[in-house]
């Protein structure tokens, strides 16, 4: 393992914030280029943390931690909502595989801008795509495209980011936001209506 400190620009999260709630969905690769992340391998994994990806881990996951992070989907699910839960499961195991690596573990939830050792939205959703497409190349997810990054909010109203399927029977889009959750905890699965109406937890505030 090997950690890569970089201070990279935050343009291209201004460029997005701009515009969030309004913004067309950014292909999964496409959102990786927009921050020199190439496309990740279950040994070649970049994962972010600090805010906008400025601090980058390196990682390779050996059998064992590859194991532990898809099991959720290598019993084969039924339904597409299954699939869902299963990878919500998913994004929570290799959080908390990554973040001991990473030395993130105690990633808060919410936690925004310049936040050291905290991941913001952006991070999260860096981060939740990089295990998708791991996922996809490997078979695992069957119910499911990769949708994208989607974006909510403006300038003025906290703009925020988030993963997405589409659902391949229905053509329906759910979010997968693991960020209102501490580290290694399950994402929540919404639609993206719901969710670009500008859903919250219970409590939150």
């Not at 280029?33 to 600090?50: E, F, I, M």
């Not at 974006?151 to 109203?157: K, L, P």
Request: hydrophobic letters at 35%; one cysteine or more; charged letters at 20%.
């Amino acid at each position: 393992m090997m950690r890569l400190t970089i201070l990279f620009s935050v343009g291209a999260l201004t460029a997005l914030g701009g515009c969030a709630g309004n913004q067309e969905t950014i292909k999964p690769d496409a959102f990786l280029a927009q921050y020199n992340l190439a496309h990740p391998s279950v040994t070649a994994v970049t994962y972010c943390s600090s805010h906008d990806c400025l601090e980058r881990t390196d990682l390779s996951l050996n059998e064992r931690e590859w194991s532990t992070i898809s099991q959720t989907l290598e019993t084969p699910v039924k339904t597409p909502a299954e699939e869902r839960i299963a990878l919500s499961k998913a994004v929570a195991f290799y959080e908390k595989i990554a973040a001991a690596k990473a030395g993130t573990s105690g990633d808060r939830a919410r936690t925004g801008m310049n936040n050291n050792r905290q991941l913001d939205c952006i991070d999260e959703s860096l981060n939740t795509t990089t295990l998708l497409l791991l996922l996809k190349d490997k078979g695992l997810i069957r119910y499911h495209s990769l949708a994208g990054t989607e974006g909510r909010g403006s300038s003025f109203d906290w703009p925020h980011f988030a993963t997405s399927l589409k659902e391949n029977q229905s053509g329906d889009i759910y979010i997968l936001d693991s960020w209102f959750r501490d580290n290694g905890q399950p994402a929540d699965v919404l639609p993206l209506a719901a969710w670009k109406d500008g859903w919250n937890p219970p409590g939150f505030k």
